[in-house]
């Protein structure tokens, strides 16, 4: 049981280059998330999907969209990567809102 | 605004000693409380679930316990053991709709032999 599965899990941009992380969950979860967690900060929420054909912002949107392609998966894109995006980014997902996440492993991106 | 604050930031102990870490909350209205534990470089994984109506939740040598009157809780662990070094984060959720839980900034435990 894969559960969710991040990829790539490294990354190295350019800035001005655009990229997609790509997410994919095999357990049939209703919402996913898109996290980024940078150092003394915690996990900051990007954007979610709360159910399929939905999506909402979270508390970092800026820079970022993202695409619920079907109730298994949900990409982030960076349509011109910046140094600032520069972090790791956890992909999650979930039953419901006060269900337990899970996560991915993570794509470490780094923006020169 | 719904806040977790976890404390200490980081903590240093020897193996095979105890610890104990903390979770102060404003969440409101209150669902659930999670612990997590995050090994470097590896997503977070859930230790411990607990509601309202519970006090106490044991997971191994992992002990957390809820104040839900104060809005505090605490994680201990017992006998610690080098593999327990990792980032412990607490996560609070609401009831009501709300999709989104609260996330503390998380407790860096290293565990020295």
């Known amino acids: 049981n894969a559960g969710v599965t991040q990829t790539p899990k490294f990354q190295v941009l350019k800035t001005g280059q655009s990229m997609t992380l790509q997410c994919a969950q095999d357990?049939?979860?209703?919402?996913m998330y898109w996290y980024r967690q940078d150092p003394g900060m915690g996990l900051r929420l990007i954007y979610y999907?709360?159910?399929?054909?939905?999506?909402d912002k979270g508390e970092v949107p800026n820079g970022y969209n993202v695409s619920r392609l079907n109730k298994r998966e949900f990409s982030l894109r960076l349509e011109s990567a910046a140094p600032s995006q520069t972090s790791v980014y956890f992909c999650?997902?979930?039953?419901?809102?006060?269900?337990?996440?899970?996560f991915g492993s993570g794509t470490r991106l780094t923006v020169v | 605004k719904n806040q977790v604050e976890q404390s200490p930031q980081s903590l240093i102990i020897l193996e095979g000693k105890n610890c104990t870490l903390q979770?102060?909350?404003?969440?409101?209205?209150?669902?659930?409380l999670r612990w997590y534990k995050q090994d470097t470089g590896r997503g977070p994984v859930s230790l411990t679930i607990?509601?309202?109506?519970?006090n106490t939740k044991s997971n191994g040598r992992y002990t957390a316990t809820l104040d839900a009157d104060t809005k505090q809780s605490s994680l201990h662990i017992t006998a610690s053991q080098l593999s327990d070094s990792a980032s412990y984060i607490c996560?609070?959720?609401?009831?009501?709709?709300?999709?989104?839980?609260?996330f503390g900034r998380g407790t860096s435990l290293i565990v020295h032999p």
């Open positions: 999650a997902s979930s039953d419901s809102g006060t269900a337990g996440y899970t």
């Open positions: 357990m049939n979860h209703n919402s």
């Open positions: 999907s709360a159910s399929e054909g939905t999506t």
């Open positions: 979770c102060n909350y404003t969440v409101s209205p209150f669902s659930n």
């Open positions: 607990m509601t309202f109506s519970e």
């Open positions: 996560v609070v959720s609401a009831r009501g709709g709300s999709y989104i839980p609260t």
